[in-house]
C-alpha cells in the first residue's frame, strides 16, 4: 500500500477538483481514498510513505495517438530527402523507415517510447505500429516491452496497399492474431485496435480484408484526412469523401478512433457524430508537416468526442496541449477561442477514449480509479485553486518536471529515478539498433 500526500492535489474529479495539503491512498491497482495529507496518514500508518515536498499531485497522462516505429529516427537526416508536401514526407522518411525496421528495431523502439513516457507522466498510450521490413509479431514484441516497463496500452498495425499485396495481407494477420491474443487474455494494461494507414493507401478490396478479418471484435485506428491526399483519391477513384468511404465500409463506430481528421466537411462530421465515432488532434504534427489545422472547435461544438495525441512528435502531453491551443487561436486570428476545448481534450476526453478500452477509470484521482498517479515539480508563485488549475499548467508546466510515476499501482519512477529499469543498458542496446538502421538507409 503507498500514500503519496503532502502536495497540492488535482484530481480532475468535480466533486473534489482540488486539494490545498492532500494526497491518494493507493491499494492495488486502484486508488481507495483522496484526502487532506493529515487525515490519510492518520487513517493508512501502515502505507509506504511518498513524500510530494509541496510539489503537485495529479492524474498520469493519457496519449491518444502516437508511432512507436518512429522513435530511431530521432535525429535521423535521410540522404536527398527534401519533402516539399505530405506525401514526399511520408514515402521519403516514414514508408522508408518502417520498410527497414526489424522485431529488434521494434523493441527498441518500444523502450525509448515508453521510458519517454514514464518520464514525462504519460501512463496510457494508444499506439499505431507500422515495421514492413518485419510484420509478423511486431505487436507482441511491443506488449512485452509495455508488460515490462509498467505501462498501459492500446496497440493495432498499420495496414497500407503500399508494399504491395502479400504485405498488406500480412498486416492484416498481424492485427487479426493480436486481436484475438488480446480477447482471450483479457489482460486490463493491454488492448488492441485494427489499425489502418491513410485511406489514400487502402482500396475496397482491403477494406472488405480488414472488416472480415476483425469480425466486429474491435475498434479500428486510422488516419483520416490528414492530408489533402485522401481527399483527392476518394472522390477520384469512389466518388466520395474520405469518411463516406469508411461508413460504408462499416469502419465508424463507438470505439473506433480517427486521426487527424484535418480536411473533412460538416457533413462528414455529422456522421462521425451520428455513428458516435472518436477522433484524436494531434497539433505539433499537424504544424511540422504543414498539413493543416483540424477543426477541432467546429467538431466539439457538434458534440463529436475529440481527444488529444501526439502523433510522435512528441511525448510530452503537456507540450502538445499548448500547441493545440495556440495553433487554434493563430488558426481563428482570435486570441480568445479553444482554451476551454483544448484543455477539455487532455485532460476529460481522453478519459473517455480510454475509457472505451480499458476497464478501470482513467485520468483522474478519486476512490476506485486506476492508480495512476504522477507528482510534478510545480511549487507555484501565483495564486493556485480549483479554478485556474489549467492555466498553471499551460504556462507553467512541462511533462519533463515529472517527479515521480505510478501506473495500475506501481512505481515506475521515484524522485525522477526508474525504478527496476537500467536506463542505460537499455540506450546502449537502442543506440546499436539505431547505427544500424541509420546505415541501412543511407547505404
Given at each position: 500500500?503507498?500514500l503519496?500526500?503532502?502536495?497540492?492535489?488535482?484530481?480532475r474529479d468535480?466533486?473534489?477538483p482540488?486539494?490545498?495539503?492532500?494526497?491518494?491512498?493507493?491499494?492495488g491497482?486502484?486508488?481507495?481514498?483522496?484526502?487532506?495529507?493529515d487525515?490519510l496518514?492518520?487513517k493508512y500508518?501502515?502505507?509506504?510513505y511518498?513524500?510530494?515536498?509541496?510539489?503537485?499531485?495529479?492524474p498520469?497522462f493519457?496519449?491518444?495517438?502516437?508511432?512507436i516505429?518512429?522513435?530511431?529516427?530521432?535525429?535521423?537526416?535521410i540522404?536527398?530527402h527534401?519533402?516539399?508536401?505530405?506525401?514526399?514526407?511520408?514515402?521519403?522518411?516514414?514508408w522508408?523507415l518502417?520498410r527497414?525496421?526489424?522485431?529488434e528495431?521494434?523493441?527498441?523502439s518500444?523502450?525509448?517510447?515508453?521510458?519517454?513516457?514514464?518520464k514525462?507522466?504519460?501512463?496510457?498510450?494508444f499506439d499505431?505500429?507500422a515495421?514492413?521490413?518485419?510484420?509478423?509479431?511486431s505487436l507482441l514484441?511491443?506488449?512485452?516491452?509495455?508488460?515490462?516497463?509498467?505501462?498501459?496500452?492500446?496497440l493495432c498495425?498499420e495496414?497500407?496497399d503500399r508494399?504491395?499485396e502479400a504485405?498488406?495481407d500480412?498486416?492484416i494477420r498481424?492485427?487479426?492474431?493480436?486481436?484475438?491474443?488480446?480477447e482471450?487474455?483479457?489482460?486490463?494494461?493491454?488492448?488492441a485496435?485494427?489499425g489502418?494507414?491513410?485511406l489514400?493507401?487502402l482500396s475496397?478490396?482491403?477494406?472488405?480484408?480488414?472488416?472480415r478479418?476483425?469480425?466486429?471484435k474491435?475498434?479500428y485506428?486510422?488516419?483520416?484526412a490528414?492530408?489533402?491526399n485522401?481527399?483527392?483519391?476518394?472522390?477520384?477513384?469512389y466518388?466520395?469523401?474520405?469518411?463516406?468511404?469508411?461508413?460504408?465500409?462499416?469502419?465508424?463506430g463507438?470505439?473506433?478512433?480517427?486521426g487527424?481528421?484535418?480536411?473533412?466537411?460538416?457533413a462528414?462530421?455529422?456522421?462521425?457524430?451520428?455513428?458516435?465515432?472518436?477522433?484524436?488532434n494531434?497539433?505539433?504534427?499537424?504544424?511540422?508537416?504543414?498539413?493543416?489545422?483540424?477543426p477541432?472547435l467546429p467538431?466539439?461544438?457538434?458534440?463529436?468526442?475529440?481527444?488529444?495525441g501526439?502523433?510522435?512528435?512528441?511525448?510530452d502531453?503537456?507540450?502538445?496541449?499548448?500547441?493545440?491551443l495556440?495553433?487554434?487561436?493563430?488558426?481563428?486570428?482570435?486570441?480568445n477561442?479553444?482554451w476551454?476545448?483544448v484543455?477539455?481534450?487532455?485532460?476529460?476526453?481522453?478519459?473517455?477514449?480510454?475509457?472505451?478500452?480499458?476497464p478501470?477509470?482513467?485520468?483522474?484521482?478519486?476512490?476506485?480509479?486506476?492508480?495512476?498517479?504522477i507528482?510534478?515539480?510545480?511549487?507555484p508563485?501565483t495564486?493556485?485553486?480549483?479554478g485556474?488549475?489549467?492555466?498553471h499548467?499551460?504556462?507553467?508546466?512541462?511533462?519533463?518536471?515529472?517527479?515521480?510515476?505510478?501506473?495500475?499501482?506501481?512505481l515506475l519512477?521515484?524522485?525522477?529515478?526508474?525504478?527496476?529499469?537500467?536506463?542505460e543498458?537499455?540506450?546502449?542496446?537502442?543506440?546499436?539498433a539505431?547505427?544500424?538502421l541509420?546505415a541501412?538507409l543511407?547505404?
Amino acid at each position: 500500500m503507498y500514500l503519496i500526500a503532502n502536495g497540492i492535489a488535482i484530481t480532475r474529479d468535480g466533486a473534489m477538483p482540488y486539494v490545498k495539503n492532500g494526497g491518494v491512498a493507493v491499494e492495488g491497482t486502484t486508488i481507495i481514498e483522496v484526502n487532506e495529507t493529515d487525515a490519510l496518514k492518520a487513517k493508512y500508518p501502515q502505507a509506504e510513505y511518498i513524500d510530494a515536498r509541496g510539489m503537485v499531485i495529479m492524474p498520469a497522462f493519457i496519449n491518444a495517438h502516437s508511432h512507436i516505429y518512429s522513435a530511431l529516427a530521432r535525429g535521423l537526416s535521410i540522404k536527398g530527402h527534401n519533402p516539399t508536401n505530405f506525401y514526399e514526407i511520408l514515402n521519403g522518411m516514414w514508408w522508408k523507415l518502417d520498410r527497414s525496421l526489424t522485431l529488434e528495431d521494434t523493441r527498441r523502439s518500444a523502450y525509448t517510447t515508453y521510458i519517454d513516457c514514464i518520464k514525462t507522466g504519460c501512463t496510457t498510450l494508444f499506439d499505431h505500429h507500422a515495421s514492413y521490413g518485419e510484420i509478423e509479431g511486431s505487436l507482441l514484441a511491443i506488449e512485452e516491452v509495455a508488460k515490462e516497463l509498467g505501462v498501459r496500452t492500446c496497440l493495432c498495425y498499420e495496414v497500407s496497399d503500399r508494399d504491395g499485396e502479400a504485405k498488406c495481407d500480412a498486416a492484416i494477420r498481424e492485427n487479426g492474431d493480436f486481436i484475438r491474443r488480446c480477447e482471450q487474455r483479457k489482460d486490463p494494461m493491454v488492448k488492441a485496435m485494427f489499425g489502418g494507414h491513410a485511406l489514400f493507401t487502402l482500396s475496397d478490396k482491403t477494406f472488405e480484408k480488414m472488416v472480415r478479418e476483425n469480425d466486429g471484435k474491435t475498434g479500428y485506428h486510422i488516419h483520416v484526412a490528414e492530408g489533402l491526399n485522401d481527399v483527392y483519391d476518394s472522390l477520384r477513384k469512389y466518388g466520395t469523401r474520405s469518411v463516406n468511404r469508411l461508413l460504408q465500409h462499416g469502419i465508424l463506430g463507438p470505439k473506433t478512433l480517427l486521426g487527424h481528421c484535418i480536411h473533412i466537411t460538416p457533413a462528414e462530421m455529422d456522421i462521425i457524430k451520428e455513428t458516435d465515432t472518436m477522433v484524436v488532434n494531434n497539433p505539433e504534427s499537424n504544424m511540422g508537416n504543414a498539413v493543416g489545422c483540424s477543426p477541432i472547435l467546429p467538431m466539439l461544438a457538434k458534440g463529436i468526442l475529440v481527444g488529444m495525441g501526439t502523433d510522435a512528435y512528441t511525448f510530452d502531453m503537456l507540450e502538445s496541449l499548448k500547441a493545440g491551443l495556440t495553433i487554434q487561436r493563430h488558426n481563428a486570428c482570435l486570441p480568445n477561442v479553444a482554451w476551454g476545448e483544448v484543455t477539455d481534450m487532455l485532460f476529460k476526453n481522453n478519459r473517455q477514449i480510454a475509457g472505451r478500452y480499458f476497464p478501470l477509470e482513467l485520468g483522474v484521482l478519486k476512490s476506485g480509479a486506476a492508480a495512476d498517479v504522477i507528482v510534478m515539480d510545480y511549487k507555484p508563485f501565483t495564486p493556485l485553486n480549483a479554478g485556474n488549475i489549467d492555466g498553471h499548467m499551460i504556462f507553467g508546466m512541462t511533462g519533463r518536471q515529472c517527479e515521480t510515476t505510478m501506473c495500475n499501482g506501481r512505481l515506475l519512477m521515484r524522485d525522477r529515478k526508474l525504478i527496476g529499469i537500467d536506463e542505460e543498458a537499455i540506450n546502449a542496446r537502442t543506440m546499436e539498433a539505431a547505427q544500424k538502421l541509420w546505415a541501412r538507409l543511407n547505404g
